[in-house]
């Protein structure tokens, strides 16, 4: 890899890491960091790159819909942890309570009616932590 190559994937690693910390929050990346290891680096620097410094930087379309699109994509997946996660960058990148429902309802159309019971769940705790929820 010449100096170039090495350079541009550090921008976009560079770049996927400011997304990240954008999403998640403030020092979501340093607070990350503290679990990297020599084994898990390799996946760590895969989602800062490709996850975030490639797709989530790319102009199609804006935050918010990639998160709806997320929180369908996990729920149909039945991977909650992540969804929880997903939920509140949802929350973050402009996606009301009332849309959140709605994607988690349509969910349910295709994915079943279990998927989407879980989703409501983990949607429902992570709301109602946050404050978003009576």
């Known amino acids: 890899m010449d100096t170039a190559d090495t350079t541009h994937a550090t921008d976009i690693k560079t770049t996927g890491r400011r997304i990240m910390n954008e999403l998640m929050g403030d020092g979501y990346v340093e607070k990350k960091d503290q679990n990297r290891n020599s084994f898990n680096d390799v996946i760590q620097d895969y989602s800062e790159e490709v996850c975030f410094g490639r797709v989530w930087?790319?102009?199609?379309?804006?935050?918010k819909t990639r998160s709806i699109i997320n929180l369908s994509v996990l729920t149909a997946l039945g991977r909650p942890?992540?969804?929880?996660?997903h939920v509140e960058?949802?929350?973050?990148?402009?996606?009301?309570?009332?849309?959140i429902k709605e994607v988690l309802?349509?969910?349910a159309v295709y994915?079943?009616?279990p998927a989407a019971g879980e989703a409501f769940?983990?949607?429902?705790g992570v709301l109602r932590a946050e404050?978003?929820?009576d």
């Open 57 to 63: 930087a790319r102009d199609g379309i804006d935050r």
């Open 81 to 85: 942890a992540q969804l929880a996660h």
């Open 89 to 99: 960058g949802a929350i973050n990148n402009g996606a009301t309570v009332a849309e």
């Open 105 to 107: 309802l349509q969910t």
């Open 111 to 113: 994915c079943g009616l």
């Open 121 to 124: 769940k983990v949607a429902e």
């Open 131 to 133: 404050g978003h929820l």
